[in-house]
């Protein structure tokens, strides 16, 4: 296990490595010039200059990438080539929205995808099976900013119900959970749809297994049976998918944060996107890909933690 | 031991979202406690006090509670600075906090401000100005004198970087320092502009040297001190920008307690934000102009702007270098088409450069209808029966429907034309260092800051080739009268020289002017807004209820 962990940390960095470097070919391969886009028409050549230099992009790349690393190692993101404000700053004030959106987002789509799959898995082929495969397949095809785009229609311009647009007063936690609810539905829509077929699809295969039958034979209830023993091995699929889940829903967060003004990592990446303010790109990418990294980490952990089957750092086969 | 997990879990992420929302995100302040196309009058004559500089009372707050206003601004600040100010957003808040010898007032009209009495020599070289005495600085930074004045107007002369907004002050020679009030602005030359896009608009606004030289060049980009009614409270980056009423503000006290102002990018996410009683006010896209005003829960207003947009021609291409495939396409394009179609029928057609409202507005500009036999027989003219060009555009909604239409139209005459449709910030790429020079036909816009014809004419000189200049069209003649435009206070002189200039444009057949798209605005029906001549921009300063 050691050696693994101590490979899937080396794995980790190289892959970060590859993220920062990638990031700075970025600045040279995509069309755009920040200094014109940030400082508008009126610039004249040395202020325009000026801020080139304060971004690195009158260096080569791997000086570029060598400063990433340097700061890292100083505990900062570098400089928003805008305002002139730290970056970790920016950062420490957008990630943590953006994080209660998408666990928040997760909790509900664990909460109502997985009951929806037993549901569905135990009363295969029945009325109730077939309108909840309707509503997971459908939710499952709806984007995440279509979703959004419905219920901010719905609730709040026609019902007046709940708040369209950013987190609420600062320190009323109530009016953060208002303004959360219909962010965290439009994110988990999608996960919500996929994660009812998922267990569904898997349940159904645990349920003919033998060790479920040879379970009923032996007189076991069939709650018992269900939700015990076969539910528990049905999950173990889910999980597999939890960090490949949380990335997917930071990118879903993007849409959902520029529908709903949240000040999140999404809509801080895509504004900075927009002027090409490529130090803010940079870290708030690299945050993100650092994230996704963990997750996924955690996820095979967690996966060889439910399933002792399962040796991480020995061949199969 | 799973179960202890998901305790621990869930207490984490109600944790996380109590101090989430606690935690205080604003970079807070301390606090130490529609008309447009209006005409300017240039002052000419000493003017007697407007405004007593005594504090006026204060409104006390409703039974409801404060009176607070949000309003939507297109993106987040990023320059405040008034020398190198980025956009309209942080111009909107700038003047609502700060203030400048001049502004223009509810109507339009330029009124005196800062200054208690001011004269203008003969010759517009010299303006003697005393200042309104007593008028104090937010935050506690003392009270402003004429080294404020100095120190706000000599920053444009800076050579080491030269500051973005340096021309509105090209003309500047020095400011000289008469006593804690009283000083003088002398000029190398006469600059029209002064009365128009300068001295009432963000260029002119005096700051603060005291909380200049404390705070440093970085932290002005997002903060800001003025003597104005409205005092920066705080920004929280991509969230909001708070202003409170200046509680010792000298002259009249503003309306509202506080204003939120409020980034929202997306024209479609502020539509539906102001439905859903979540913004007061917001500009919005024309095409959604009739959803609005048939909702009586909205009042609407269209005003004309100082925005212009065109088809340009890139005329040093060796495709568009002859005259007669210039005429061919400015005879081969259908703007009727583009105006029902991109807008609704609701953006006038634009004749010539300069808009209708603005001094040198050229109104019997020669009115191009489209006539496909005519173009072909330009085209023959110049030995062609067919033609590939590019159109480069930026992909919104409005230009990609331009596009179609162009291609439609040139297609009848023999041209084909390949759309290339990019995002803003590699559209306006084309303005750095020459690259314009790949650039063909195009669809741009550009807007004026006020209604003033040198804010037009400024950007199509020889020395903008390689910059904005796209048509890459350079006329000595054209220099020399923008020059002279500049230079000449009369405005009834100043106007034939606007239309002389116009008419250069028009006979080299470099651009096929399009429409001087109206800005919309939506308000609550208790928000009476005023926007500032030229229709971009809010004027926060004189909102109110009504």
């Keep these: 296990m050691v050696s693994y962990i101590v490979k899937r940390i080396l794995m980790t960095l190289l892959v970060l490595l590859l993220v920062i470097v990638f990031l700075s070919l970025l600045v040279h391969i995509v069309p755009g010039d920040p200094a014109t886009t940030i400082l508008g028409p009126r610039a004249t050549p040395a202020l325009i200059q000026k801020l080139r230099s304060s971004m690195d992009l009158d260096k080569p790349i791997y000086v570029q990438v060598g400063h990433f690393l340097l700061n890292i190692f100083h505990g900062s993101l570098g400089v928003d080539a805008i305002t002139g404000a730290p970056i970790t700053k920016l950062v420490s004030n957008a990630l943590p929205h953006t994080l209660i959106l998408a666990v928040t987002s997760f909790a509900l789509a664990i909460l109502l995808g997985i009951p929806m799959g037993v549901f569905s898995a135990t009363h295969p082929n029945s009325l109730v099976d077939r309108f909840v495969a309707a509503i997971s397949i459908s939710l499952t095809t709806i984007p995440s900013y279509v979703a959004g785009l419905f219920l901010l229609i719905i609730f709040a311009v026609d019902l007046h119900a709940l708040p369209a647009m950013g987190i609420g007063r600062a320190g009323d936690t109530l009016d953060y959970l208002r303004h959360l609810i219909l962010p965290s539905i439009a994110l988990a829509s999608t996960w919500i749809g996929y994660l009812a077929r998922l267990v569904r699809t898997s349940l159904l295969e645990v349920l003919n297994e033998t060790y479920v039958r040879t379970s009923r034979a032996a007189g076991l209830s069939e709650r018992l049976v269900r939700y015990k023993y076969a539910l528990k091995n049905a999950l173990i699929p889910t999980v597999a998918i939890l960090g490949v889940g949380l990335g997917s829903l930071m990118g879903g967060a993007v849409f959902v944060e520029i529908i709903f003004s949240r000040p999140g990592m999404g809509l801080l990446i895509y504004n900075s996107i927009q002027v090409r303010n490529y130090p803010m790109v940079r870290a708030g990418v690299f945050i993100v890909a650092f994230l996704f990294v963990l997750a996924n980490f955690f996820a095979d952990l967690l996966y060889t933690y439910l399933d002792p089957r399962i040796q991480l750092n020995k061949r199969q086969g | ?546």
Aim: aromatic share 10%; net charge negative; with cysteine.
């Design chain 2, 1 to 546: 031991m799973k179960k202890n997990l998901w305790y621990l879990l869930s207490f984490l992420l109600v944790a996380s979202m109590l101090i989430t929302s606690c935690a205080s995100q604003a970079v807070s302040s301390p606090t130490a406690a529609p008309s447009t196309g209006s005409t300017v009058q240039t002052p000419v004559a000493t003017v007697a006090p407007t405004t007593a500089p005594t504090v006026a009372p204060t409104i006390a707050p409703t039974a409801s509670g404060p009176k607070v206003l949000k309003v939507r601004i297109s993106k987040d600040i990023s320059n405040l600075d008034t020398d190198n100010v980025t956009g309209k957003e942080e111009d909107t808040v700038d003047r609502a906090v700060m203030e400048g010898l001049f502004r223009y007032d509810a109507t339009g009209k330029l009124v005196p401000q800062l200054v208690d009495t001011y004269t203008v020599s003969p010759d517009g070289l010299t303006i003697d100005f005393t200042l309104h005495k007593g008028v104090m600085w937010q935050r506690g930074y003392g009270e402003l004198t004429t080294d404020d004045v100095k120190y706000s107007y000599e920053r444009f002369l800076a050579t080491n970087p030269k500051p973005a907004y340096a021309d509105d002050w090209a003309s500047l020679d020095h400011v000289e320092i008469v006593d804690k009030y009283s000083g003088k602005l002398v000029f190398k030359t006469p600059q029209a502009t002064l009365w128009t896009t300068v001295l009432p608009m963000t260029s002119g606004l005096i700051v603060s040297k005291k909380f200049y030289e404390e705070a440093g060049p970085d932290k002005v980009k997002t903060d800001a001190v003025g003597t104005g009614p409205y005092i920066f409270s705080s920004w929280t980056p991509q969230q909001q920008i708070v202003l409170k009423r200046n509680p010792d503000y000298w002259g009249t006290q503003p309306y509202y307690d506080e204003i939120d102002v409020l980034p929202v990018q997306d024209d479609k996410t502020a539509e539906v934000d102001l439905q859903a009683g979540e913004l007061d006010f917001s500009n919005i896209s024309l095409a959604s102009e009739d959803k609005f005003q048939s909702d009586p829960n909205f009042i609407v207003q269209s005003i004309p702007s100082t925005a212009y947009s065109w088809i340009g021609m890139n005329i040093e291409h060796p495709k568009l270098k002859d005259i007669n495939v210039r005429q061919a396409i400015r005879y081969g394009i259908d703007v009727p088409s583009i105006l029902a179609a991109a807008y609704n029928n609701k953006a006038p057609k634009a004749n010539a450069l300069i808009p209708n409202g603005t001094l040198g507005y050229w109104k019997d500009a020669p009115v191009y209808t489209r006539d496909v036999a005519k173009a072909k027989a330009y085209l023959a003219k110049s030995n062609l029966t067919s033609l590939d060009l590019t159109l480069t555009y930026q992909n919104t909604d409005e230009y990609s429907t331009w596009a179609q239409i162009i291609k439609a139209n040139l297609q009848d005459v023999g041209i084909n034309v390949t759309l290339n449709g990019l995002d803003s910030s590699s559209f306006w790429a084309y303005g750095d260092s020459g690259k314009d020079k790949a650039l063909q036909l195009f669809a741009v816009d550009f807007s004026s800051v006020a209604p003033e014809p040198a804010w037009s004419t400024m950007w199509f000189t020889c020395d903008q080739v390689d910059l904005w200049n796209w048509m890459r069209w350079c006329n000595k003649q054209f220099d020399t009268l923008h020059t002279q435009g500049i230079q000449t206070i009369d405005s009834a002189k100043r106007e034939p020289i606007y239309i002389q200039m116009q008419q250069l444009m028009d006979a080299d057949a470099i651009a096929i002017w399009v429409t001087n798209v109206p800005q919309v605005y939506v308000s609550k029906p208790n928000v009476k807004s005023v926007i500032y001549p030229g229709g971009l921009a809010p004027m926060l300063r004189e909102f109110s209820g009504q």
